[in-house]
């Protein structure tokens, strides 16, 4: 008796991915949804820093008055004796937004992650709003176990302000090449526009301690932060002139080196964004710190925040061979020596 040898059984290979599967990850992929997700991130950020500002000034801090739950019990508002449903309806909403800012943020992280080859600067500062927007959810959930507390509060919106910036300095670098970054204007001109994101930062701390000394607190119960709130008032203005001159200067100077256009016109637009915002503080200290105005203001500071990052961020570019232009180098006053051979020229 014959028996055949068995055959080997025939090799198999994995299912290639369905075409609705490939649809998937292209789309996943794309640059456009990419931008989306990035500009998002910007606009929320800037949002809740807004709606936070609304929070406090009607006095709708402790609408929910226990965190991660609303009420004690519940996720949502309930009605409770001695809460305006107004006010739970606004702390709420605001709670709720943190949800689009998460969405936002990290889901810019996660696009980024996808894409091959992954760029590792990119990763990290979308990080910086994943980690962030998870940061602001737990701090707050602190804010509101400290009743409210000044220095709960101020860091709050310091945090959003700060989350606005590295946004929008992920927006621009997604369409740009990883290559080093080239000065369009001289070193020094780069470096005082770099210094005026110090003033602004020192600008935004002194505003939220004059809010802290301020009647809106968040909370008519909430004690206030136990110094003058004239003297705040006074070195926030002082550091608001410092910064407006410095951007005029900042301006001039581009304009005597002849600096890209781009550059000049986003000089022009933040000049006028901080003169604005200033002449609102202006107003609301001269009316007695009216609610709306206090808003307005907050608003204000996430697009001094936004127009600032921007003007720095025009500063320099970052191009591949192909598209790079050769500028003009610009008349050197006093007979100083050119740029060397190599060193990036200015127009």
């Avoid at 198999?12 to 292209?26: M, S």
């Avoid at 701390?205 to 809106?216: D, E, K, M, N």
């Avoid at 900042?250 to 000049?264: E, I, S, W, Y």
Wanted: positive net charge; aromatic residues 8%.
């Amino acid at each position: 008796m014959t028996t055949t040898p068995a055959k080997n059984p025939a090799p198999t290979t994995a299912p290639a991915p369905g075409p609705a599967l490939g649809r998937v990850g292209a789309v996943l992929r794309s640059d456009r949804l990419l931008r989306i997700f990035a500009w998002a991130a910007v606009i929320t950020n800037g949002i809740i820093a807004v709606t936070g500002a609304t929070v406090r000034v009607t006095g709708s801090g402790l609408g929910c008055s226990t965190w991660p739950e609303c009420q004690p019990g519940t996720l949502v508002p309930e009605y409770r004796q001695g809460l305006a449903a107004i006010h739970q309806a606004i702390e709420f909403t605001n709670r709720t937004f943190t949800g689009a800012v998460a969405v936002a943020s990290i889901g810019t992280f996660v696009l980024l992650w996808l894409r091959r080859p992954r760029r590792r600067t990119l990763l990290w500062l979308a990080s910086v709003g994943g980690f962030g927007v998870l940061f602001q959810a737990i701090w707050g959930g602190v804010v509101v176990r400290q009743e409210l507390a000044w220095w709960t509060v101020a860091p709050h919106l310091l945090v959003s302000l700060v989350l606005v910036f590295f946004a929008l300095v992920t927006v621009v670098r997604i369409d740009e090449p990883d290559v080093p970054a080239r000065r369009l204007v001289p070193r020094p001109l780069q470096a005082l526009a770099y210094a005026t994101l110090g003033v602004l930062t020192a600008l935004c701390i002194a505003g939220t301690l004059v809010t802290a000394a301020g009647p809106h607190a968040g909370d008519v119960d909430t004690p206030r932060l136990g110094l003058p709130v004239l003297s705040l008032a006074q070195a926030h203005a002082d550091l608001m002139f410092l910064y407006l001159g410095l951007l005029v200067a900042l301006t001039v100077g581009f304009l005597a080196v002849k600096a890209p256009r781009k550059l000049l016109n986003r000089g022009w637009l933040l000049i006028g964004v901080t003169a604005a915002q200033g002449l609102l503080g202006l107003v609301q200290y001269a009316t007695g710190v009216p609610e709306a105005l206090v808003v307005a203001h907050v608003f204000g500071a996430v697009l001094v925040v936004l127009a600032g990052t921007w003007m720095v961020l025009g500063t320099r570019e970052r191009s591949t061979a192909e598209d790079s232009v050769q500028l003009r180098p610009a008349p050197i006053p006093g007979g100083d020596r050119p740029e060397k051979p190599g060193r990036p020229q200015f127009s």
